[in-house]
């Protein structure tokens, strides 16, 4: 019997460094906090707004990402971008996440291109 | 647009979530919460209740406001099995110990000439000087380690150099047979006396010529207590010799016993005597000076046994 419990926090390990990853890449265009969450979802990966809001911070402090307020449709919104070095962060971090995807898809014998998951199949 | 009910709920809620933010990126943070709320509206004309199911999807302030925390463990992963393996050595080796084998009865001893002095309220008070000590010290231990994590004090190590630890399951105490089986027979005397002199009390009375000897009344209210003990270790002797390998806890309940017995002494030396009286005062006198000095001896060595038997409680015990 799985443990939920344990999926949830398994689950959670994994996505934590994939977030990173999808944020920076969603960054290469300007986006305000809640329209990049949008835009996440819609690429078919949630995010929490409390997860979300301080790992912006986070990835602002450590220079990755740039950002200012600016007005639009009447309200002071704060508008995120990648830097310079965010850029050559995030393409080392994608060599790395898709270098990974394929050893973990080699280790596992399981075609990534043709995924079509196993717990819903 | 919110009505004002809901827009008053919005404030109180960014004024809670900024309680509990730091001082400098507060404003800053409070606005981007406060336009992602707005976003979420969408301009709609919430109700206070689809409002407030809309904060308390967001979390409590608190929580929220924790999430933008730069978060430092107070003690890190690394130093961590230090810090357990110090508390461990300091809190359960030297301050419990000490403080049953040594301050206790030290304070009690200078507790007892008082008219009020009582054992019940003694024993409570140290409970709670205990505790004190106990708590106290791990708060050091706690700062000490803190400051060590703040320091960025890594150990230093090097397989070369790696200490032995010695094996790493205790080998066991081999106790003596005959040490259990004599325990085993005078315990069994002694139960027999106590029993005796309970039936009959005259029994603890000797007669020397004209001199007559016999237990002081502080005798007794410790008599059954003693009597209760000496047949505890009786039977658990009895166990060790009969079914040696079974008794795996056998050497907590032997400190128990003598921890029990330590105490009972303790309580009897402070009563400062007569523990005997005679109708002799010279005897009288000389008798309970020499049993004073005595029994004081027989305090120390006793707690000394249940020092090493403290000592030696994480090993088995083997009959050799």
């Known amino acids: 019997m799985v443990d939920p419990s344990n999926i949830q926090n398994l689950r959670l390990e994994l996505r934590r460094g994939c977030l990173v990853l999808a944020v920076l890449a969603q960054c290469r265009t300007e986006h305000y906090g809640y329209a990049l969450r949008k835009s996440l979802e819609e690429a078919g990966l949630e995010i929490d707004e409390n997860t979300l809001y301080p790992l912006l911070r986070r990835l602002e402090s450590q220079g990755l990402l740039l950002s200012s307020w600016r007005e639009e449709d009447k309200r002071n919104k704060r508008f995120y971008r990648l830097s310079v070095e965010g850029e050559a962060v995030l393409a080392i971090l994608l060599d790395e996440w898709m270098a990974m995807n394929g050893s973990v898809a080699r280790i596992a014998g399981v075609d990534a291109a043709n995924w079509k998951g196993t717990v819903n199949a | ?320």
């Not at chain 2, 730069?70 to 003690?75: Q, T």
């Not at chain 2, 403080?99 to 024993?123: K, M, Y």
Request: charged fraction near 20%; proline fraction near 6%; charge should be positive.
């Open chain 2, 1 to 320: 647009m919110m009505n004002s009910k809901s827009e008053q709920m919005l404030e109180r809620y960014l004024d809670n979530v900024r309680f509990w933010l730091a001082a400098e990126p507060a404003d800053d943070i409070i606005a981007e919460i406060r336009e992602d709320l707005l976003s979420q509206i969408d301009g709609r004309n919430l109700s206070p209740e689809e409002l407030a199911d809309l904060l308390r999807k967001r979390g409590e302030p608190s929580f929220v406001a924790g999430q933008f925390g730069r978060h430092r463990p107070l003690i890190g992963s690394e130093l961590m099995p230090a810090y357990w393996r110090a508390l461990d050595m300091v809190l359960l080796r030297i301050v419990l110990p000490v403080h049953l084998l040594v301050a206790a009865p030290i304070q009690w001893l200078q507790q007892r000439s008082g008219p009020e002095a009582s054992f019940i309220g003694f024993g409570i008070g140290q409970i709670w000087n205990l505790l004190f000590a106990m708590v106290t010290t791990a708060g050091a231990i706690t700062v000490g380690f803190a400051f060590l994590e703040r320091a960025s004090f890594r150990i230093k190590w090097d397989p070369l150099k790696l200490g032995r630890l010695g094996p790493g399951k205790p080998a066991p105490l081999r106790v003596p047979k005959a040490s259990v089986v004599a325990d085993f027979v005078g315990g069994l005397v002694i139960s027999v006396v106590w029993i005796a002199v309970l039936r009959d009390p005259s029994l603890a009375s000797f007669q020397f010529g004209q001199v007559r000897i016999s237990l002081a009344p502080v005798w007794s209210g410790y008599i059954w207590p003693m009597l209760f003990l000496s047949l505890a270790g009786v039977v658990l002797n009895w166990f060790m010799i009969a079914w040696p390998m079974r008794l795996r806890n056998a050497p907590w309940l032997r400190i128990g016993i003598d921890t029990a017995n330590l105490i009972l002494m303790v309580a009897l030396v402070s009563h400062g005597g007569p523990w005997i009286e005679s109708n002799s005062a010279k005897v009288h006198e000389v008798v309970n000076q020499w049993l004073g000095v005595g029994l004081g001896i027989a305090v120390l060595v006793a707690g000394w046994e249940v020092f090493q038997r403290v000592r030696c409680n994480m090993r088995r015990v083997l009959l050799a």
